[in-house]
């Protein structure tokens, strides 16, 4: 069964910081793809970060310079790290374990930026 769990969202002031993991088990870690999505209350969920396989890692322009994602494949976890964070930045955050073949979502980590 496979199982994706992320965790270390909360409650922030605007410029500071949280760390994002996401733990995954069930599937070949190394052999997937980690990406980030986040989704604000009545917005679409958007993308945010992807973490290859191989460990290239791609950020959406709106979090550029602000977040990067990195993985650990010995302990098949995936984090977010995010810094000067705004209020535009409140969001349910996702990650996802994809390959071209299947993709597997959990359930989220709330991140709220607020004074």
């Known amino acids: 069964q496979v199982q994706i769990v992320e965790s270390g969202g909360g409650l922030v002031q605007p410029g500071g910081s949280l760390r994002l993991s996401c733990a995954v088990s069930?599937?070949?870690?190394?052999?997937?793809?980690m990406a980030w999505y986040r989704q604000a209350p009545g917005k679409e969920r958007e993308w945010v970060a992807t973490?290859?396989?191989?460990?290239?890692?791609l950020v959406a322009g709106s979090v550029k310079g602000r977040f990067s994602a990195s993985r650990d494949n010995a302990q098949s976890t995936a984090a977010l790290q995010m810094t000067s964070l705004r209020p535009e930045d409140t969001a349910r955050y996702y990650c996802k374990a994809f390959t071209s073949a299947d993709n597997y979502w959990g359930l989220g980590t709330q991140v709220t930026v607020s004074s």
């Open positions: 069930g599937v070949i870690f190394s052999t997937h793809h």
């Open positions: 973490i290859e396989s191989g460990g290239s890692a």
